[in-house]
């Protein structure tokens, strides 16, 4: 499932009910944290791609076939822009620049890839509230920066090396 996104900060809003909307009947409930944490995403995510870049975007959603205790679901935006994500340390009286800081927290994993039109990010979120539980007890997600072949990072300590 995909959805194309205008470099417009309305797109932001329609990205959100366009997810809502393909959890209906997948077996995640509107109510559940994986939903509740997807569509705070796919928020960041988009928000990214059109405040950075201002370029068209795609907002990719993969959810499996059957949802059980175990399922992974895959969140991506591919845009046109070759520049890489840079993960900022927002002071306290910044009104952005936490975007990522929310992704490496919230997500399992995450990471970004090049590719010849511009970049692809993602992140993967396991409906399996154990490791959700493991992963919060790490600190996030693992991180994964650059194209194949790139170096992989856990956690906050990530933001310290790029």
Known sequence: MQL???PDPAEVGRARRWARSRLT???IQADEPL????????????TNAVVHTGRPAVLRLSLPPAVTEEATVRLEVADRSGRAPVPRCADDDATGGRGLALVDGLADRWGW????TGKRIWCELDRCAKSREVAASCGGGAVAYGDAGGT???????????
């Open 35 to 46: 939903a509740e944490t997807l569509v705070l995403l796919v928020s960041e995510l988009v």
């Open 113 to 116: 890839s090049v590719e010849s």
């Open 152 to 162: 992989a990072f856990e956690g906050l300590a990530a933001y310290e090396a790029v």
């Open 25 to 27: 009947g997948s077996g």
């Open 4 to 6: 194309e996104i205008r």
